[in-house]
T-cell receptor, first 109, second 116 residues
Framework: GQNIDQPTEMTATEGAIVQINCTYQ??????LFWYQQHAGEAPTFLSY????GLEEKGRFSSFLSRSKGYSYLLLKELQMKDSASYLC??????????FGAGTRLTVKP | DSGVTQTPKHLITATGQRVTLRCSPR?????VYWYQQSLDQGLQFLIQ???????AKGNILERFSAQQFPDLHSELNLSSLELGDSALYFC???????????????FGNGTRLTVT
């Protein structure tokens, strides 16, 4: 299968840093995506990794280790509006994109 | 606005019925993906089309079918509906077929299906 595992829920404080981890099946792997989804809304694209290392985009960064089947999304200087679900998704050579169940992040004042 | 249009936004129907969900991809996107998201659940991949042809299949029930038309819009048909089919159905599109490259999915706002 192509299981993707990420924590169900996380809580952090406004202004802090939070790291959301994701593990995935490596067989046939062809790219790792992170999406943000507010309740009842469409997921929106945040980041993409296909090579090992860190990709930085403003307050958000994403890291990938292909050999370990591991990625994380790092959110800095948390804001209340960052409260949302964060979805890890991996693309495979059979051309489908599989999503994890999402990590529900709550940012508290 | 992602540029992906889904209709209708809401659909309420009875068990045993059949419905059709429609999706227009972003201009220039050749791939269309369908996902099902039940309450507090992750996105379940159903099926993908690329330029009119089926490219990948996920956990799609036999009661469900889809197609992509020459103008690239797609329809998802759900038949013999059951209570458990109540969910948000998302359509997403991307430029490429997904075999390689940074080609993120752009999601529509979804169709909320309620089966009573």
């Amino acid at each position: 299968g192509q299981n993707i595992d990420q924590p169900t829920e996380m809580t952090a404080t406004e202004g802090a840093i939070v790291q959301i981890n994701c593990t995935y099946q490596t067989s046939g792997f062809n790219g790792l995506f992170w999406y943000q989804q507010h309740a009842g809304e469409a997921p929106t694209f945040l980041s993409y990794n296909v090579l090992d290392g860190l990709e930085e985009k403003g307050r958000f960064s994403s890291f990938l280790s292909r050999s370990k089947g591991y990625s994380y999304l790092l959110l800095k200087e948390l804001q209340m509006k960052d409260s949302a679900s964060y979805l890890c998704a991996s693309r495979y050579n059979n051309n489908d994109m599989r999503f994890g169940a999402g990590t529900r992040l709550t940012v508290k004042p | 606005d992602s540029g992906v249009t889904q209709t209708p936004k809401h659909l309420i129907t009875a068990t045993g019925q059949r419905v059709t969900l429609r999706c227009s991809p972003r201009s220039g996107d050749l791939s269309v993906y369908w996902y099902q998201q039940s309450l507090d659940q992750g996105l379940q991949f159903l099926i993908q089309y690329y330029n009119g042809e089926e490219r990948a299949k996920g956990n799609i029930l036999e009661r469900f079918s889809a197609q992509q038309f020459p103008d690239l819009h797609s329809e998802l048909n759900l038949s013999s509906l059951e209570l458990g089919d109540s969910a948000l159905y998302f359509c997403a599109s991307s430029v490429g077929g997904g075999l390689s490259g940074e080609s993120p999915l752009h999601f529509g706002n979804g169709t909320r299906l309620t089966v009573t």
